[in-house]
């Protein structure tokens, strides 16, 4: 079975303070993790992707299968960062197959001033 | 940038009616799935489909759903008789067909309400 935890519902940072949305992740297999944003009325959006380990919007991700984590951190949080963070878990999957993403429950993170 | 477009934004049924909703994917993607998110929930997986085909499908996906790809470029989600709590956002997503988990990019969803 496949789960992902977010333990938080919202965090709120003043803006210029470093963020660390939580994600803990169960699967059996070899996972892939991402971060999906969704700004307000806007669609989700696909924010990282652990396979790319790039830095997008000045957030990374690092997956750390010991702790089976994929916390998104930024170091100074600004205010259009202000959104609704969800972390979703793939099972890898070969050409042919297609893969369900399971969604945490989402942590809204609010940027004041 | 090419993105999945879902209609109708706001859909407001009825008990027991049926309800079509309505995606377009991207045009080269052949992975093609259906979520929803309960009001204050988790957004969830209901199915993905590919090669003209269920691939995968939840147990919330029961015989009341079905979905299928009529022509070249609608993919659709049926409710045959829907139920108070079908009320949700329904998400459409699709992604490429290429090795590893490419990501999957949705749509900006349909608000279904059930009267």
């Known amino acids: 079975a496949q789960r992902v935890t977010q333990p938080e519902k919202l965090l709120s940072v003043f803006k210029g303070a470093p963020v660390e949305l939580k994600c803990n992740y169960s699967?059996?297999?070899?996972?892939?993790l991402f971060w999906y944003v969704q700004y307000s009325r806007q669609r989700l959006q696909l924010l990282l992707r652990h396979i790319s380990r790039e830095s997008i919007k000045g957030f990374t991700a690092d997956l750390n299968k010991g702790e089976t984590s994929f916390h998104l951190k930024k170091p100074f949080a600004q205010e259009e960062d202000s959104a609704m963070y969800y972390c979703?878990?793939?099972?890898?999957?070969?050409?042919?197959?297609?893969?369900?993403?399971?969604f945490g429950t989402g942590t809204r993170l609010q940027v004041t001033l | 940038e090419p993105e999945v477009t879902q209609t109708p934004s706001h859909q407001v049924t009825q008990m027991g009616q049926e309800v079509i909703l309505r995606c377009v994917p991207i045009?080269?993607?052949?992975?093609f799935y259906w979520y929803r998110q309960i009001l204050g929930q988790k957004v969830e997986f209901l199915v993905s489909f590919y090669n003209n085909e269920i691939s995968e499908k939840s147990e919330i996906f029961d015989d009341q759903f079905s979905v299928e790809r009529p022509d070249g470029s609608n993919f659709t989600l049926k409710i045959r008789s829907t139920k108070l709590e079908d009320s949700a956002m329904y998400f459409c997503?699709?992604?490429?067909?290429?090795?590893?988990?490419?990501?999957?990019?949705f749509g900006d969803g349909t608000r279904l309400s059930i009267l």
């Open positions: 979703a878990l793939s099972g890898f999957r070969n050409t042919g197959t297609a893969s369900k993403l399971t």
């Open positions: 699967y059996s297999g070899s996972p892939e």
């Open positions: 997503a699709s992604s490429e067909r290429r090795q590893g988990n490419q990501p999957q990019h």
């Open positions: 045009s080269n993607h052949l992975y």
